[in-house]
């Protein structure tokens, strides 16, 4: 049976998930999902996955009360679920961690990934290591060398970094040629994907993974004011750490929830945004039914987002189930809304935001002053901003 947590058997949350493979990709599919079944309830794979998460990563992360944000917008008090502060700077290392764990319980001798930006390679590279796994991430040519930092990242992390050559030579080819390799050597490798996106059981699985950030937040905000939040935000890209943050609070009905995805430059034109629930429609992409922006032939369209952990044309599939029952609201943030609420953050609050995560403040800056101070709002503050200042330093025209 379908709910609002959990997909049914076949690993639908409603119309959308499921495993949609080559013939291929069948078994190593089949394979991770016997495995994460019995892990999930292991408490010795919950034990060891709980200490790293404390000692390694961090956690849990604070609750922050933006007080100086907060006033000068009026209205509800907005708080920050600090995920910026864990190890490696962002959310994905909660998830990142699991994968390992899993793959070494499977005897796995190796990880494997795609990586657009290169923020999944390094949180992936980063529990390798921890770990002892040999890790091999895919990475189109044109990704490659505009990501510099990250790919030198990767490599002091022992990572190999595969150049994909074919096709456009971004991501959507990098996880094909991810997917490839791992089909042809899923005896040693376990494939790691980098958010609750692909076939069943990859968005349960990431979701469950990151689902702390929500546990967390939801008893954090009862010991400090005593309530649940009026209204929870987070940005969208795959959507892992929305689903990580919503999850605890899904049959809350008064807690309002928003996904905030980018608008880009604009709504207008393919190619110049990647708003996938505002204008997508249902179809398949990597494995998942979902919601999909794409042509009539059903290709992907070219996809822009400032963000670039943000640019993808499909959406994880409890998100385009949460949209279409209601449950979730999925709204947008443009380039330069984020932009500006990015420098408004690092003045009020001395916190420098990922630009990804500077979606959602846009939005809370945009709800905020249309609720009252008895209202509370969370914003998951999914990662720092370090890694993006010289390319902000530029859109400002800073010196
Ligand atoms: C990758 C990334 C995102 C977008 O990915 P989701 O799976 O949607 O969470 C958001 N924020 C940060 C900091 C990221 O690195």
Redesign the pocket.
Same mark, same amino acid.
């Given at each position: 049976m379908t709910s609002l947590t959990q997909a049914d058997e076949a690993g639908f949350f409603g119309a959308h998930g499921g495993r949609f493979l080559p013939p291929h990709l069948e078994a190593p599919i089949a394979e991770v999902a016997a495995a994460y079944a019995e892990a999930k309830d292991d408490p010795a794979f919950l034990a060891e996955y709980e200490a790293l998460l404390a000692d390694y990563v961090g956690r849990p992360s604070p609750l922050f009360l933006a007080k100086n944000l907060s006033a000068e917008l009026g209205g509800a008090k907005i708080y920050l679920k600090r995920?910026?502060l864990n190890h490696t700077?962002?959310?994905?290392i909660n998830h990142t961690l699991g994968e390992v764990l899993l793959a070494k319980r499977m005897g796995k001798k190796k990880v494997i990934a795609e990586t657009g930006?290169g923020?999944?390679g390094v949180?992936l590279a980063t529990a390798a290591a921890l770990l002892g796994l040999e890790c091999e991430i895919h990475m189109g040519a044109i990704d490659i060398a505009k990501q510099h930092p990250n790919v030198v990242r990767m490599r002091l992390l022992g990572a190999t970094v595969v150049s994909v050559e074919d096709g456009g030579r971004c991501l959507k080819d990098a996880v094909d040629s991810a997917f490839g390799v791992w089909a042809a050597d899923f005896g040693e490798t376990m494939f790691a994907i980098?958010?609750?996106?692909g076939p069943d059981p990859f968005p349960t699985m990431?979701r469950d993974f990151?689902s702390v950030v929500g546990r967390e937040a939801r008893r954090q905000v009862m010991e400090k004011e005593g309530k649940l939040p009026t209204a929870i935000v987070? /940005?969208? #890209?795959?959507?892992?750490?929305?689903? =990580?943050l919503f999850q605890a609070f899904l049959e809350d009905a008064d807690v309002a929830i928003y996904g905030v995805e980018p608008s880009g430059r604009s709504l207008d034109a393919p190619g110049e945004h990647a708003a996938t629930m505002t204008l997508g429609t249902p179809g398949v992409i990597h494995g998942m039914q979902t919601i999909v922006l794409q042509d009539e032939a059903g290709e992907p369209w070219p996809v822009h987002s400032i /963000?670039s #952990?943000?640019d993808?044309p499909g959406? =994880?599939p409890q998100h385009a189930h949460l949209k279409d029952v209601g449950r979730a609201n999925y709204v947008t943030a443009s380039d330069a809304e984020s932009l500006e609420a990015f420098q408004v953050l690092c003045r009020t609050e001395g916190i420098i935001?990922?630009?990804?995560?500077s979606?959602a403040v846009a939005y809370a800056m945009k709800l905020a002053p249309t609720l009252t101070s008895d209202d509370v709002i969370i914003v998951n503050l999914?990662?720092?901003g370090d890694k993006d200042i010289d390319f902000v330093a530029e859109q400002l025209g800073m010196e």
């Open positions: 995920e910026d700077g962002a959310h994905k930006a923020q999944h949180a980098g958010s609750v996106v990431v990151q987070a /940005a969208v #890209g795959g959507g892992s750490n929305a689903m =990580g /963000a #952990g943000m993808y959406v =994880g935001p990922a630009i990804e995560s979606h999914s990662g720092r």
